[in-house]
């Protein structure tokens, strides 16, 4: 026993560890190496794994982890906040979907009963994907992905209501069972017991536990909680996911949310792997291969249907245009609580084992077509929308004289922008991102749109007579070409760009630009003096040894400038100036020790 499982961990972690880095490689992302991995190891691929279901529903501990850790997030007063995108979005889509399916389903003379439920089902989407989709791709924070987790927290509530429902539908129904209200009372009565432990038991505890110092022991606490409220949910029928979500969030303004957060991390990131490796082992290709015509049907009609409808609610739901295709393939899946759902429909005899085979099959392969979509979306869809935002019509600019361009409207752009607008700096505006433009002009700023490195709208905008362009745009290479278009055809416009970094620096060198300013350097400095002073330097010995370094460090990069592209001499040269910086500051240091400076107390201060 305990050797067939070291032999199975091996095998798991080691098909992660090959498949996962090289879907990476390509572009197919991390879930989707996943699901390969778990389809080589498989009954169907090499056979290496046999006890597949046991170890899905192990891993849904998984899923339990990451809500648990998205409800630390969420104290009870931002959830509160958020109560009408989960209940409005959220209904609206689980509303929308199953209709749609629902009235597919009838149309093609499917029993009203199963044309219900499975369409129920199936406008529940993968949490656990979506989740790592939006966290992969850095779309959390963004209202792309607030719609996303607002509509998978209400899909998790949803199941409740509809797993209750399958056995007044089925068989059970008929024969006058009495469990709904014991069931109803039962859920009340352990949800209040979640609610009161959170607040008034585990606080103490862990309070207790902290004390001893022990951080093993804490860490073992964390998951014995998440444990056992899962274990807990899963006696009453209820969604293991949205009690720990409930657990989290009742945890979210305790002092100990951030330890639980960095102690559980490492099991959730190791689980959700192990997730989607059963979820690929768990495809039936049996099903597949006696009816590969209506299989591929049902996925297709699916993932058509479910995706269309994300797209038309999107644009309600507050998702920019350029995101609204992404966000429909994030949510296209069916969700692992559909597995539960035909489950139960199956056992109360709603549709046969059979029919519930086929539909698990069916979201099987939906959450393996996921990172296929998000593929196409990436090489095909996303160009597209950029190719037309970029041929799109520019606006109609006003003509003006002596004034400043500025391209590139973001976070950098707009600090230049307000500081020449407050000194009455007449200003021509450019930037190609149309939800960026129309938030700012909510705001009473005058932005045009356009693609700045076009010479026509270059010349719309007046760069034959501005006084200068102020490069701010955030991507290197569209920098780099709106350069190469205003030296060309504007060779006596002054510019003024901003660098991401050093080699943006030298390649800006490069094309003539003298005025540069590299975006994180001197706030790095400013900040960097406040650490001196805080350490008890005096604010003049912080301000010149800022000053030295600056002069410094500017010197360095001329001097290095000219073998920047030889690599050995460049690494040879930076050597050389690191190694300068610091013999001058020792010099200082010892300066410093020997007299005593009067005047560096705090009144010298800037």
């Known amino acids: 026993m305990e050797s067939s499982f070291l032999i199975n961990a091996v095998v798991y972690l080691g098909a992660a560890v090959l498949a996962v880095p090289i879907a990476k490689r390509f572009g197919l992302g991390a879930v989707l190496g996943y699901l390969i991995a778990g389809i080589a190891i498989g009954p169907w691929g090499l056979g290496l794994i046999s006890e597949v279901q046991d170890i899905l529903h192990f891993s849904e501990f998984g899923v339990v982890l990451l809500l648990f850790m998205i409800g630390l997030e969420l104290e009870p007063k931002r959830l509160w906040a958020l109560r009408r995108p989960i209940f409005g979005w959220g209904g609206a889509q689980v509303g929308a979907v199953s209709m749609a399916l629902a009235g597919a389903a009838l149309l093609a003379g499917i029993d009203w009963k199963v044309a219900l439920i499975a369409a129920l089902g199936l406008s529940l989407s993968s949490t656990a994907i979506a989740l790592a989709t939006l966290s992969e791709r850095n779309l959390t924070a963004t209202p792309t992905g607030s719609a996303s987790f607002s509509i998978l927290l209400f899909q998790d509530v949803a199941a409740i209501p509809m797993i209750a429902l399958v056995p007044v539908l089925g068989v059970a129904a008929a024969e006058g069972s009495g469990e709904g209200l014991l069931g109803g009372v039962r859920v009340v009565l352990v949800l209040a017991a979640l609610v009161l432990g959170g607040r008034y038991l585990v606080r103490p505890v862990l309070r207790y536990i902290a004390a001893t110092g022990l951080r093993e022991i804490f860490t073992a606490f964390a998951l014995l909680l998440v444990m056992a409220i899962a274990l807990l949910m899963q006696s009453i029928d209820m969604s293991m996911a949205l009690g720990a979500f409930i657990s989290g969030v009742l945890l979210a ?9 960095s102690d559980l991390e490492p099991f959730k990131g190791l689980l959700l792997g192990l997730f989607f ?14 009816q590969p015509g209506l299989i591929a ?19 309600a739901f507050g998702v920019p245009r350029s995101q609204q295709a992404l966000f429909a393939f994030i949510l296209s899946q069916g969700g692992e609580f559909a597995f539960v759902v035909f ?23 939906s959450m393996v077509a996921t990172p296929l979509l998000l593929l196409l979306h990436d090489r095909v869809l996303a160009p597209r929308w950029r190719e037309e935002r970029t041929k799109a019509k520019a606006d109609i ?3 003006q004289q002596d ?6 409207f973001g976070r950098f752009g707009q600090i230049i922008g307000r500081l020449l607008r407050a ?3 007449p200003l021509t505006v450019l930037d190609h991102d149309p939800d960026q433009i129309e938030l700012l002009r909510k705001f009473g700023m005058k932005v045009f749109y356009g693609d700045a490195t076009r010479i026509d709208l270059l010349t719309a905008a007046g760069a034959g007579h501005a006084r200068a362009l102020v490069v701010a745009i955030d991507g290197i290479e569209d920098s780099l070409a709106l350069v190469d278009a205003v030296r060309q055809h504007f060779p006596d416009l002054t510019i003024m760009a901003r660098a991401r970094n050093v080699t943006h620096l030298y390649d800006l060198m490069d094309r003539g630009v003298t005025i540069v300013e590299r975006e994180t350097f001197e706030s790095a400095l400013q900040l960097g003096r406040s650490v001196l002073r805080h350490l008890g330097f005096g604010a003049w010995h912080a301000r010149q040894a800022a000053h030295k370094f600056r ?13 920047y592209k030889d690599q050995e001499q460049y690494i040879s040269m930076a050597k050389q100036s690191r190694e300068e910086l610091d013999a001058m500051f020792a010099r200082d240091l010892a300066a410093l020790k020997l007299e005593k400076d009067s005047w560096n107390d705090g009144s010298s201060a800037d």
């Open 253 to 261: 303004d305790s002092e100990y949310r951030h330890a639980l957060e």
């Open 277 to 290: 490796t059963a979820v690929g082992m768990s495809v039936d290709f049996g099903v597949l291969l006696a």
């Open 297 to 315: 049907a049902l996925v297709t009609g699916l993932l058509v249907i479910k995706t269309g409808v994300l797209y038309l609610l999107s644009k």
């Open 343 to 365: 489950g139960a429909a199956a056992t109360a005899k709603v549709f046969s084992a059979a029919v519930a085979a086929i539909l698990v099959v069916v979201v099987t392969l």
């Open 397 to 399: 600019i006003e003509t």
């Open 403 to 408: 004034h400043v361009i500025i391209a590139g």
């Open 423 to 425: 000194n009455q700096v």
């Open 551 to 563: 002069q410094h460090n500017i010197a360095s990069l001329q001097a290095v400038y000219p073998f």
